[in-house]
């Protein structure tokens, strides 16, 4: 059976040769982690610049519901530096305090912002409700160019990253992706909003405010969603069934290998780390034993770039019904 190593779902080159893979090997994580860098910062500066213009227009063109979302903007803006920092951690080699590597830092630094994005979330959410008994003059009309501008903005960066996260099998890349298109309906909402109040001529100045804790209910969807998945990354959680699968077949395609009995596969970041106990004749000497394992690992390092390391355990195998005593 054969595998592109290009590509982690399709079948791997089984020619007599166990030395390389008969095709280019894929891109190295720093391959990965140059992708999702530039992804990143290009969503940092779009959003900033959104950000901004949403804040301004909200002060100036008395949306509140423009305010709440300029807030949200920031939110993204503050919570991509602080991943692109971690990113720049976790890409730092091993050493003897950290034996495994840094890749958790980006699951760390994802737990925390997704605490500070909840709980401003609720402080605008307040503010919302509050307004809601006050008296406040008709947004401006242009405040809906704003609006209108940023959901088609909010939409081509989901599909954007979305290819990104797709192409580099960045799960954070991906999540960040949804928190656009999650982005895009609050702009719509906010537009929605906007234009109910406009064409109410002040009758419906709640709409506003309704905007605006829509705008809050889905921050607050989309930190909880970044909240649960970062701490089951720092969990040890297995990883997607996929993956699992993909890594189980190309193990089990190699000459010697005769089962795997266990796999264990761990997210840390960008990363993995994969621990696999497979079975071999148990006739093999000590040293053919470890040579296939060292195939092992040196085909899935090799053929998946996300693998940081492999863990390999050899167990004995015997054959259904054979009874070694």
Request: proline letters at 4%.
């Amino acid at each position: 059976m054969t595998v592109d190593p290009s590509h982690p779902s399709l079948p791997l080159d089984s020619s007599g040769d166990l030395s390389r893979p008969s095709r280019p090997l894929p891109a190295s994580a720093d391959g990965l982690y140059q992708q999702v860098w530039q992804a990143a910062w290009l969503g940092l500066l779009i959003n900033l610049g959104l950000g901004l213009a949403k804040l301004v227009g909200g002060i100036l063109g008395d949306s509140f519901a423009l305010i709440s979302d300029s807030i949200n903007s920031l939110g993204d803006v503050v919570a991509t530096v602080v991943v692109l920092i971690a990113v720049r951690i976790a890409q730092q080699p091993a050493d003897d305090e950290h034996p495994y590597g840094h890749t958790r830092a980006e699951a760390i630094a994802g737990s925390t912002v997704a605490v500070l994005i909840m709980v401003s979330a609720l402080g605008i959410g307040w503010e919302a409700v509050q307004r809601l008994t006050l008296e406040h003059s008709l947004p401006e009309a242009w405040t809906l160019w704003i609006a209108g501008v940023n959901v088609v903005i909010k939409e081509w960066l989901y599909r954007y990253k979305l290819r990104v996260g797709q192409r580099t099998g960045s799960r954070a890349m991906i999540a960040n992706a949804w928190d656009h298109r999650s982005d895009a309906f609050c702009a719509l909402a906010v537009l929605i909003g906007l234009a109910t109040v406009r064409w109410g001529n002040g009758r419906w100045m709640w709409a506003d405010e309704l905007a605006a804790m829509v705008v809050v209910a889905a921050i607050l969807v989309s930190a909880s969603r970044l909240y649960r998945d970062s701490a089951s990354e720092l969990m040890d959680l297995q990883a997607d069934g996929t993956l699992v699968d993909q890594v189980r077949t190309m193990a089990s395609t190699i000459p010697g290998v005769r089962g795997v009995e266990k796999l264990w596969v761990r997210k840390s970041g960008l990363e993995y780390f994969v621990d696999i106990h497979i079975e071999v004749d148990s006739n093999l000497t000590v040293a053919e034993g470890h040579r296939i394992g060292h195939v092992v690992k040196d085909r899935l390092t090799g053929c998946f770039a996300s693998i940081r390391d492999v863990l390999v355990h050899l167990e004995p195998f015997e054959p259904q019904g054979h009874d070694p005593t």
